[in-house]
Each structure stands twice: as structure tokens, then as C-alpha cells.
């Protein structure tokens, strides 16, 4: 079975116009980002943590906010029960940069296998495209650093997370604007 991707029509060529383009944006920024984040990795680190210090402390509010509006007493405890755990979290990470970061390193490892997972997957379906190999070897790429992460725990936990996060952004980058790329040259047929 043949699968025909561009049958030629303006709408057709507009639509792979339109995903070359962001595929290519995404690809850029990823690059970029990758770049800083293997220049810094230090650095790349403790704004991760913050970052997702900050986002705890975000879904506290929120959980905080459904509390004041609970239609019962139960709801009302839960949502306070689940804010003061969440702003404790978001505090810790937010404000204390310099703890936790083996356990953030820890959490970062499973988030890349699980990316290299998706990134495969995502890969065969666009077997369809030339450059689909380029998603094989990015999601490849992840799952390695996953593991990479795991095997130089403690140790690294200091610089691991900003390098690895820099390396697979690399690489994501990388693959996205080859992903771009191969798709101008999907011929009519």
C-alpha cells in the first residue's frame, strides 16, 4: 500500500508548508535552548527546579482556590489538604535551589525514557517521511541520556541535569529540523 502525503493539491502544499515551518521554529528554539543549557549546567539545573517549584506553588493556588469555592466540608479539606502539600513541595523547590537536585536528577531520568519512548513512537508513524530516522535517532538519544542519568547517581546530580537537558534538546532540535527539511522533498506522486 502506497501512501500518498502530497497529492499536489494548494491545499496539500499549504498544509506541509505549514508543518515544515513550525517544525523548523520548534527545532530552532530547541537548538538554542540546547546550546545554553550545555554552556550552563549549573545554571540549567537550579532554574529547572525552580521552575517546577514555581509550578507546584502555581497548583497549590489553584487547589487553594477550589477549596474557597467547595460545594462540601470534604472537598473543602482535600483541596486544603492537597495545597499545603503542594506549596510545601513548590517552596522547597522554588526557594531552596541547592536541595533535592538528586532527587529532581532521579526524576528527570524517568522523564527522558519516557520522551525516547514517545519520540520512537512518533518516529514510526512518521515512517511515511525520509527523514524519520532523524525522530528514531533523537528518541534514541533520550532514552540513553535516561539511562546515562541513572548510572552516575549521586556523583552528577549537580551538572547531569543541565547537560543531559542541553543534550537532548540538541538533539530534539537537530531532529525536528531534519524532520523539516526531508518533508520539502516529498515529491507529488
Do not use: C
Not at 61 to 66: D, E, L, N, Q, S
Not at 78 to 103: E, H, M, N
Not at 180 to 186: F, L, R, T
Amino acid at each position: 500500500m502506497t501512501l500518498i502525503v502530497n497529492d499536489g493539491t494548494p491545499e496539500m502544499r499549504g498544509l506541509l508548508e505549514k508543518g515544515r515551518k513550525r517544525l523548523r521554529i520548534v527545532g530552532l528554539v530547541l537548538l538554542v535552548l540546547g546550546i545554553l543549557a550545555v554552556a550552563f549546567p549549573f545554571a540549567t539545573t537550579i532554574a529547572f527546579k525552580t521552575v517546577i517549584g514555581w509550578l507546584f506553588i502555581i497548583g497549590a493556588v489553584g487547589h487553594f482556590y477550589g477549596a474557597w469555592n467547595a460545594d462540601t466540608p470534604t472537598r473543602r479539606w482535600i483541596d486544603i489538604v492537597q495545597g499545603v502539600l503542594f506549596g510545601l513541595v513548590g517552596g522547597w523547590l522554588a526557594f531552596f535551589p541547592l536541595t533535592g537536585i538528586v532527587t529532581l536528577t532521579v526524576l528527570l531520568a524517568i522523564a527522558f525514557i519516557l520522551q525516547g519512548v514517545l519520540e520512537l513512537v512518533m518516529a514510526f508513524r512518521l515512517s511515511q517521511f525520509p527523514g524519520w530516522k532523524w525522530m528514531l535517532f533523537s528518541g534514541g538519544i533520550a532514552v540513553l541520556a535516561g539511562i546515562l542519568i541513572f548510572a552516575e547517581l549521586p556523583s552528577s546530580a549537580t551538572w547531569a541535569v543541565g547537560l543531559l537537558l542541553g543534550i537532548n534538546l540538541l538533539s530534539s532540535g537537530f531532529s525536528y529540523l531534519m524532520v523539516s527539511m526531508a518533508m520539502g522533498k516529498v515529491s507529488v506522486r
